[in-house]
């Protein structure tokens, strides 16, 4: 088979398949999408965000070890985490206004309107870490 026209199957969350992380894994996937999905250059308070995020992971792991879990268990324990993160919720509030508006596929609101969908991140975040892992096993 060529490997250029290869596609990798992408698990869905009811896959039994269990896969190991760091938490380095899902703090640096977490700064990769707070990143993609901000409407400045890199969201406020990232440093802080990244921190408190490693905070709320910690009592998972012992030390620095890899901890098994599958799509779903990484899914809750990301959401669960990012509630203990004051800087990451507040990045779903805009600066100015409701966070209300018209947006169509030629433009969206000003940043200082626009705000950055936890839920969606939460999504992203581990999305990525189970296709990462999906990549390493083939």
């Not at 380095?24 to 250059?41: E, L």
């Amino acid at each position: 088979m060529n490997t250029a026209t290869k596609t990798i199957p992408f698990p869905t969350w009811t896959d039994n398949s269990p896969y190991h992380y760091f938490i380095k894994d899902i703090v640096g996937v977490m700064a990769m999408w707070a990143v993609r999905q901000s409407p400045y250059a890199v969201p406020a308070n990232l440093e802080d965000a990244l921190k408190e995020l490693t905070e709320a992971l910690k009592p998972t792991w012992k030390g620095d070890q890899l901890h098994e879990m599958h799509g779903n268990e990484l899914r809750d324990l990301i959401a669960e985490a990012v509630k203990e993160c004051p800087s990451i919720e507040a990045w779903n509030v805009p600066e100015k206004g409701d966070g209300r508006g018209f947006v169509t596929r030629f433009g969206g609101p000003e940043p200082d309107y626009d705000f950055i969908d936890i839920d969606a991140l939460i999504r992203n975040v581990t999305h990525s870490l189970i296709e990462m892992r999906v990549v390493e096993k083939d």
